[in-house]
Structures are given as structure tokens and as C-alpha cells.
């Protein structure tokens, strides 16, 4: 086990709807990050938080964004639901003394029809 | 060409057998790389961590990064069935991973 934690495990959406996920990161990482995984494929770096601020971001429109808390744990939200958007979304907790080494959640199985 | 190329397999092997699975690269700037396990329906779990060139082992698996060629290798040794999984590449310049296309391994009996 990682000790993060992902909420929920599984959710079906309509297209043009809004959906946030939850992350509850290791205890002591102070950073967080999102990828999004498509079936087949490996994740896709979303964006990064460090201590509440968003300091990287892929390549993702601006109607997914973020949010992290003073206790570390974070969401992700995205607007205007899309077909492509259905895939697996994980959250990764940064070691801070380690680089990137980065633990990652169960993921979210999000599926928008 | 992608940043990071990784053979998607399907690769088969008995069990006992020596896997070796392959990722290549072409961002230069690339000085952490990582090894990844994903079960069906589960999250990713880091493997291997390794800083810049060298050899890593940990029990029955070793790492190898060939920064010059740009060419990062993990062997398992003595595979068992429970290796079977997809296995992600994963390689950082500072603070996002690029990560292969994953290579699906099946263990048999």
C-alpha cells in the first residue's frame, strides 16, 4: 500500500457535465501530481501542486484544474465533460526528499457517455 | 517520434525465465528514471528508482540506465506468475514523468 488514496473508484458521467476527484497524499509529501492514463496507454502528466500552488502543468486545457489543501490532499476537477475524457485518473505523491519519485493512488475510473 | 518508446508486447515467458524489458529516450535532459508494475484496474507501483547512469538492483529485479545511448533496461530474475502485469518506463528531467506505452508481461506456469 502507497497511503494514498483515491475517491471514488469508479463514475459514469454525461458529456458536458463537471466532475472532481479526490487525492489524499502520503503523509509528509507536500506535493501532488495528476496523470491521466487512456486505456492501453501510459499516464499523461496533468499538472503538479506544491504547498496549494499549481507550479507545472501538461498538456491539458484549461477545464481541468486543481486544487490543493493546507493538509496536502488535493482535487481535480474538469468541465464540459468530453468522450476522450473517459479514462483512468491518478494521483501521485511526492517523496520530498527523493526527486520524482513519485506513489501513486488506485486511480479514478472515470467514463463519460 | 515520441519522447519515450517502450514495446508494448504482449511478451510471454515461462516461469523461472529472465525477462528483460526495454525503453529508449530522447529528451537528453532526462536524469531520473523509473520502473512501474500496474495490475489490471489498479494504480502504477514504483518498482525502481534510479539518479542518472548506473545499475540498480533490488531481490530479483535490476535496473540499467545507459544515459549515452539513451536506453534504460529492467531484468527479473527467476519471473513467477505474480510478475505478470504491465510494466511502465517512466523518466523525469525535474518534476513530471513521461512514461512508455507500458509492456504487458504474462508469467506462465
Known amino acids: 500500500e502507497t497511503g494514498v488514496t483515491q475517491s471514488p473508484t469508479h463514475l459514469i458521467k454525461t458529456r458536458g457535465q463537471q466532475v472532481t476527484l479526490r487525492c489524499s497524499s502520503q503523509?509528509?509529501?507536500?506535493?501532488v501530481s495528476w496523470y491521466q492514463q487512456a486505456l492501453g496507454q501510459g499516464p499523461q502528466f496533468i499538472f503538479q501542486y506544491y504547498r496549494e500552488e499549481e507550479n507545472g502543468r501538461g498538456n491539458f486545457p484549461p477545464r481541468f484544474s486543481g486544487l490543493q489543501f493546507p493538509n496536502y490532499s488535493s482535487e481535480l476537477n474538469v468541465n464540459a465533460l468530453e468522450l476522450d475524457d473517459s479514462a483512468l485518473y491518478l494521483c501521485?505523491?511526492?517523496?520530498?526528499?527523493?526527486?520524482?519519485?513519485?506513489?501513486f493512488g488506485q486511480g479514478t475510473r472515470l467514463t463519460v457517455v | 517520434q515520441k519522447e519515450v518508446e517502450q514495446d508494448p508486447g504482449p511478451l510471454s515467458v515461462p516461469e523461472g525465465a529472465i525477462v528483460s524489458l526495454n525503453c529508449t529516450y530522447s529528451n537528453s535532459a532526462f536524469q531520473y528514471f523509473m520502473w512501474y508494475r500496474q495490475y489490471s484496474r489498479k494504480g502504477p507501483e514504483l518498482l525502481m528508482y534510479t539518479y542518472s547512469s548506473g545499475n540498480k538492483e533490488d531481490g530479483r529485479f535490476t535496473a540499467q540506465v545507459d544515459k549515452s545511448s539513451k536506453y534504460i533496461s529492467l531484468f527479473i530474475r527467476d519471473s513467477q506468475p505474480s510478475d505478470s502485469a504491465t510494466y511502465l518506463c517512466?523518466?523525469?528531467?525535474?518534476?513530471?514523468?513521461?512514461f512508455g506505452a507500458g509492456t504487458r508481461l504474462t508469467v506462465k506456469p
Open positions: 517512466a523518466m523525469s528531467a525535474s518534476w513530471d514523468m513521461r
Open positions: 503523509s509528509g509529501h507536500n506535493t
Open positions: 501521485a505523491s511526492i517523496n520530498p526528499t527523493g526527486g520524482t519519485e513519485a506513489f
